[in-house]
């Protein structure tokens, strides 16, 4: 590029005459300042369409950018096509301090991956929808667009999954208690997806259908979950559980939902959104957000539900996180949010919460 370029991201526009052939795939894209020592700032894999793909990476000097295409997209040959491939930069630089850490290379996806798992095998397993860049219209497509990323090899495999018949977008998700995903709902909102590391496998429906719900996988290896009104139908999203001795659900009439809602302005459809769920002792599940309002659930029985009062002076805080960082000792960390679900501004807030004894 003649001279150093604070270098920030690249470009590629694949072949726009109706041909895919040559579109590339995995790829892997390095920089240098001489022409000679080359550092890799970004790999992955590009989706197999003519859409214009946009790499951005850290800004970094560079006077030489290489894009080395390492698979044909489709697999349709040994060759490579562009129409355009450009360059991105930035006004400014700064070299970050290294008393902050750094962050790793950029990783492409030929998915927006708008869910994710890891594997017990240490791989990263992504999925988007029925489409891998768009979500809309697909309720009841029966399929959803998946990737996995295996960090040891820096590679990204892309698979549509047709097997369980579900579209596997905004769905409540848990790992079962041998470290499987255990996907429900979303825009096929009675289903669930169990993925073994190889296979995809079909469960049970749920009682309630269900979208953006959350989930929890109990001390006894149950999984129990509670809202999601963003599909299936607004409201009265109630707890149930799922059993893996009988791989059943079961309802939980003494789990409300209830007592968990924020005062969303757009009620229900969002209110009952993202719980922060914490499985606990005894089959128990702490609910530490979103809504100021805090609750302890039992799963025996019929269930039950309890106060546990409220988180501090937050308000409702939907969207923010939520972590246990010491399981031992159930050291839980809050963070963000906003009282409703969109336009309204996020806060800073942060508190860590310590449960012990259930519901007490």
């Not at 300042?33 to 790499?55: H, R």
């Not at 749920?206 to 006894?220: E, N, P, V």
């Not at 019929?302 to 937050?314: I, M, N, P, S, V």
Request: proline share 6%; net charge positive; aromatic share 8%.
């Amino acid at each position: 590029m003649k001279k150093l370029y604070n270098v920030n991201g690249l470009t590629y526009l694949p072949r726009q005459d109706g041909n895919s052939n040559g579109n590339i795939g995995q790829h892997s894209i390095q920089i240098s300042t001489d022409g000679t020592t080359w550092t890799e700032t970004a790999k992955g894999t590009y989706l197999d369409d003519n859409s214009l793909k946009t790499t951005p990476f850290t800004t970094v000097p560079a006077r030489y950018i290489r894009l080395i295409a390492q698979t044909e997209a489709g697999n349709r040959g040994a060759w490579t096509s562009a129409a355009e491939i450009n360059v991105l930069a930035a006004a400014t630089y700064a070299k970050p301090p290294t008393s902050l850490g750094i962050w790793g290379i950029t990783i492409d996806f030929p998915i927006v991956p708008a869910a994710a798992a890891v594997l017990t095998n240490g791989k990263v397993l992504l999925w988007s929808s029925w489409k891998p860049l768009d979500f809309g219209g697909g309720g009841g497509s029966g399929k959803t667009e998946t990737a996995i990323y295996d960090p040891a090899t820096g590679t990204v495999s892309r698979r549509t999954v047709t097997e369980t018949q579900h579209d596997m977008f905004c769905p409540g998700l848990s790992l079962d208690a041998s470290g499987r995903p255990f996907v429900t709902g979303g825009n096929d909102a009675a289903k669930l997806s169990i993925y073994d590391g190889t296979n995809w496998i079909a469960g049970p429906n749920m009682k309630i259908q269900r979208g953006y719900q959350s989930s929890a996988t109990l001390s006894d290896g149950r999984i129990f979950t509670i809202g999601g009104s963003w599909s299936g139908g607004e409201g009265n999203k109630n707890g149930e559980v799922w059993s893996p001795g009988t791989n059943t659900w079961s309802l939980l009439p003494g789990c409300p939902v209830a007592p968990m809602l924020t005062a969303d302005t757009r009620g229900v459809y969002r209110s009952d959104n993202h719980a922060w769920l914490f499985g606990w002792k005894s089959g128990s599940v702490f609910q530490a957000g979103p809504s100021k309002a805090m609750n302890w659930y039992t799963t025996t029985s019929t269930g039950g539900q309890k106060t546990a009062g409220l988180r501090g002076t937050d308000p409702d805080a939907m969207n923010g996180n939520a972590v246990m960082y010491n399981a031992v000792n159930g050291k839980i960390l809050t963070v963000g949010g906003a009282p409703n679900y969109q336009d309204n501004p996020a806060t800073g807030n942060a508190r860590i919460i310590t449960i012990g004894a259930p519901g007490a």
